[in-house]
């Protein structure tokens, strides 16, 4: 199994920035793609930003050229720096996570996410 944890969300005045952070733990083989997605109340949840194992990121059209993802391969680690934040950021922030895991009896597929991280933005 694979356990997700975050941290990093917060209140924030408009302007402002914070850092969410995503740590995966378990019997990792490897991890493919890490992200993050979010869902404000009475919305569907929507992805935020993604990144490959190649480094590879794509964004939300709402979030390009103020929020940044990165990884950190060797922690099993993903980022997310976001700047110039706007109250239509406030949201739960999730984390996702995929890849290869070993469970004893052999090499598996998984996909697991993050408990939620709240974020709030005043205006």
């Known amino acids: 199994q694979v356990q997700l944890v975050e941290s990093g969300g917060g209140l924030v005045q408009a302007g402002g920035f914070l850092r969410l952070s995503c740590a995966a733990s378990g019997s990792i083989f490897s991890i493919n793609a890490m992200g993050w997605h979010r869902q404000a109340p009475g919305k569907q949840r929507e992805l935020v930003a993604t990144?490959?194992?190649?480094?590879?990121?794509n964004y939300a059209d709402s979030v390009k050229g103020r929020f940044t993802i990165s990884r950190d391969s060797a922690k099993n680690t993903v980022y997310l720096q976001m700047n110039s934040l706007k109250p239509e950021d406030t949201a739960v922030y999730y984390c996702n996570v995929e890849g290869i895991y070993y469970s004893g009896s052999g090499y598996s597929d998984f996909s697991s996410w993050g408990q939620g991280t709240q974020v709030t933005v005043s205006s």
């Open positions: 990144i490959t194992s190649g480094e590879s990121t």
